[in-house]
């Protein structure tokens, strides 16, 4: 056994006993990479990869072409790495076998935020609810898209009404800005909302996601313009 075997096992043990809660981020990272680097010392390489993204969430927001330029990451690592966020995204967005409620833009935004953890590109949902504002279904839209506009008002309209809905709620992020609508924002939701409104469904709220943070159109008055 070496001296990279030996700090190995006592890394694990370690975690195996008391989690993560006292490893810093350099030690949770190094361990990690146990598990796709096996011969290797990752400490150095855990280096690399904070001191180039500059955080743990950095790294996890790294894209796998990002992840490769650093020295020391091959293709495995970089899957393992690009795995973490979407493990993360997959159980945060787990949830009971029941029809959740969305009754106001707190709820939208606990429902949506989780959505677009970790994502990279803009993507646009809409969330079909019923009568009673139970969560039928939340489609996606267009992925990659350079603002909401080039989304397609036809496909978001023939959404709402395959899943036969009351309501629906449209939603984006904004990956790399500020939760803030845009002047592109405002003019679609416009479109969309007289749209929906000619085939009798309401757009009850536009959500716009940046990281943790939203923003509702209807909280900020915009909604009420657009009803008919």
Do not use: W
């Amino acid at each position: 056994m070496g001296v990279h075997d030996g700090h190995r096992d006592r890394l694990r043990a370690r975690f195996l006993e008391y989690g993560l809660d006292n490893f810093n981020d350099l030690n949770a990272l190094e361990l990690l990479l146990f598990y796709a680097i096996p011969r290797r010392d990752t400490n150095e390489i855990a280096h690399a990869l904070l001191e180039c993204f500059g955080s743990l969430e950095g790294v996890f927001y790294a894209s796998e072409r990002e992840l490769l330029q650093v020295p020391g990451i091959g293709t495995n690592a970089a899957a393992l790495i690009r795995l973490v966020p979407q493990l993360m995204k997959k159980s945060a967005l787990s949830r009971p076998d029941r029809r959740e409620v969305i009754m106001n833009s707190s709820d939208a935004g606990r429902y949506f935020v989780p959505r677009f953890m970790y994502e990279q590109d803009e993507v646009v949902y809409l969330l079909c609810l019923d009568g009673q504002k139970r969560v039928i279904k939340c489609a996606e839209m267009g992925r990659g898209v350079v603002n909401c506009v080039e989304t397609s008002i036809r496909r978001i309209v023939e959404t709402a009404l395959k899943y036969k809905s009351s309501s629906v709620i449209l939603a984006h992020n904004h990956p790399d800005g500020l939760a803030l609508p845009s002047s592109e924002d405002d003019m679609v939701t416009k479109q969309v909302s007289t749209a929906l409104a000619l085939v009798g469904v309401s757009l009850e709220d536009h959500i716009i996601v940046a990281g943790d943070d939203f923003v509702s159109f209807a909280d900020s008055g915009i909604m009420r313009l657009y009803r008919y």
